[in-house]
């Protein structure tokens, strides 16, 4: 549950609103051009430790929000407006894309889905970038970008050669790639779903088909809310992005497009089992329903004979027989036979 901190405070307080998933907060630094690149980390939240590289691009990736001091040190040093940087450390953001005279703020959340609950974990993921730096934010320890890293210090792929921009297409690009994954595992989840259903082993499928249905959802929700970021990201007219990362952006867009259509594609997968589901537990209730009657239907004759001939009555003609009573049950027995093959054969059973 969301700690509501900044209720009553002024707009722009910086005030950590979330879950502290980090003992002390780390920056790790990473600078490159197309010959050269170094490579820094430290927990010291003094300003010296964002030292400009001229010829190079800077990416400062910080790991943990909730160092306050730490944001507004890095608010001051790259002139972050005040608002971005309270929104920076409330991990309760929808996405967003803002540009700034001085720089272009990206927001949006990292998922992942544990197998074990059916839940989706999100993390806040944080952007601000120029030409010649980028400045990340994430709230746990474990590296999101770890791919990108490599590619940047082995010298793979066209990042070294390009500038700020081109590294934040880079990390949204990773981020869509884990969404994919994300996709993958819940497409296992639905397909196993279906098979469970088909084989008739019902026992837990409305308590996991509840929680993926639930789960979807919030994935949709929060998938439509990138791409709306990033359509303003691919439309933006800013000149701190280049055409040529346009291009990239344009095709990265369209893999989120791809990426709705898989997550509706679920939904009604998802929706057909709940009907097929509830479909199967009718079908069973009326069998049940059907076996009843028919018990019901063969024993209201017995039931009928066993009272005739159990009131109180003294002159009952029948009564005086001495094989009455074995009688009286081939005339159950009969009606029992008749009964039964009359529904075989108007396939009632």
């Known amino acids: 549950m969301r700690n509501n901190y900044n209720i009553g405070a002024p707009p722009g307080t910086v005030k950590f609103t979330g879950e502290q998933k980090v003992e002390h907060t780390v920056v790790h630094t990473l600078s490159y051009n197309k010959d050269e690149m170094t490579v820094a980390k430290s927990e010291n939240s003094d300003e010296t430790v964002f030292v400009d590289h001229p010829g190079k691009v800077d990416w400062y990736d910080v790991r943990g929000l909730h160092d306050e001091e730490l944001v507004n040190v890095i608010g001051t040093k790259f002139g972050i407006h005040q608002l971005i940087r309270e929104d920076i450390v409330d991990p309760y953001q929808r996405s967003k894309f803002e540009v700034f005279d001085n720089g272009i703020f990206f927001l949006c959340k990292s998922m992942r889905f544990d197998q074990t609950e059916r839940t989706l974990e999100l993390e806040q993921v944080s952007f601000y970038f120029t030409d010649e730096y980028l400045i990340s934010f994430q709230e746990d320890e474990t590296d999101l970008f770890h791919r990108v890293r490599d590619r940047i210090v082995k010298g793979y792929g066209k990042i070294r050669q390009k500038q700020g921009d081109y590294l ?19 497409n296992e989840g639905v397909e196993s779903l279906e098979e469970q259903l088909l084989i008739g082993n019902t026992l837990r499928i409305k308590e996991v088909s509840h929680g993926l249905r639930r789960t979807v959802h919030q994935l949709r929700k929060e998938i439509i809310s990138f791409r709306d970021g990033l359509s303003m990201f691919k439309k933006s007219e800013s000149e701190m992005i280049s055409d040529d990362t346009r291009i990239f952006l344009n095709d990265l867009f369209g893999q989120v497009m791809h ?64 094989n009455g009573y074995y009688i009286l049950l081939v005339v159950m027995a009969i009606i029992v036979l008749s009964s039964l093959w009359f529904f075989k054969k108007n396939r009632w059973l």
């Open 168 to 186: 934040a297409f880079a990390l949204l690009d990773t981020l869509v790639d884990d969404h994919f994954l994300l996709l993958e595992l819940i």
């Open 259 to 322: 990426q709705v259509d898989i997550i509706d594609n679920q939904r009604e997968l998802l929706n057909g089992i709940q009907e097929l589901y509830n479909s199967e537990m009718s079908n069973k209730m009326n069998q049940i329903m059907k076996v009843l009657t028919i018990i019901t239907t063969v024993f209201v004759p017995l039931s009928f004979l066993a009272g005739l001939y159990g009131m109180n009555f003294k002159h009952i003609p029948e009564l005086e027989y001495q």
